[in-house]
């Protein structure tokens, strides 16, 4: 984990409230289909103003630590957000110190390991601490690149 400077972002996206626990079962679960919506082909081509072709998880609103609940939105990255696509919301992500985790290889899994690591350093105590503010994930082709608030 190194820490870096993250730029301010703002995301436009779908929205929803849930935890880790509930995420760990089924029935519960509500990322895979917020990351199925997310990911279907061409559904943020109506987003004006996209700053790439990435796409984003900011995870924010924490309860507590990575025990509490949630939000998370997924979304694109975009200049502004004047005007908003029906049932998409729009969330700034303020700069500031992160700790940078790159998740690389097979996908999801490499994604579920770097989290099960950024646990284990909470867990543990590992210095920095984090901030459980506003965390972002940027899902790019190469894999993606964790940005957790210090």
Same mark, same amino acid.
């Given at each position: 984990?190194?820490?870096?400077?993250?730029?301010?972002?703002?995301? $436009? !996206?779908?929205? /929803? =409230? @849930?935890?880790?626990?509930?995420?760990?079962?089924?029935?519960?679960? &509500?990322? #895979? +289909?917020?990351?199925?919506?997310?990911?279907?082909?061409?559904?943020?081509?109506?987003?004006?103003?996209?700053?790439?072709?990435?796409?984003?998880?900011?995870?924010?609103?924490?309860?507590?630590?990575?025990?509490?609940?949630?939000?998370?939105? $997924? !979304?694109?990255? /975009? =200049? @502004?957000?004047?005007?908003?696509?029906?049932?998409?919301?729009?969330? &700034?992500? #303020? +700069?500031?110190?992160?700790?940078?985790?790159?998740?690389?290889?097979?996908?999801?899994?490499?994604?579920?390991?770097?989290?099960?690591?950024?646990?284990?350093?909470?867990?543990?105590?590992?210095?920095?601490?984090?901030?459980?503010?506003?965390? $972002?994930?940027?899902?790019? =082709?190469?894999?993606?690149?964790?940005?957790?608030?210090?």
């Amino acid at each position: 984990m190194n820490v870096t400077e993250r730029a301010e972002l703002t995301v $436009v !996206g779908w929205v /929803v =409230r @849930t935890s880790n626990a509930d995420e760990m079962d089924p029935a519960r679960a &509500r990322l #895979p +289909a917020l990351w199925q919506r997310a990911g279907a082909p061409g559904v943020f081509a109506h987003v004006p103003g996209r700053i790439d072709e990435n796409l984003y998880a900011v995870l924010t609103d924490y309860e507590s630590d990575h025990n509490g609940a949630y939000t998370q939105i $997924v !979304g694109v990255g /975009v =200049r @502004t957000a004047p005007r908003l696509p029906e049932g998409m919301v729009a969330v &700034r992500v #303020p +700069a500031g110190p992160a700790l940078l985790v790159e998740a690389r290889g097979q996908l999801p899994q490499a994604l579920i390991e770097a989290w099960q690591g950024v646990w284990k350093h909470t867990e543990s105590g590992g210095v920095p601490p984090r901030a459980f503010t506003t965390d $972002v994930e940027v899902h790019h =082709r190469d894999g993606v690149d964790l940005y957790l608030a210090i």
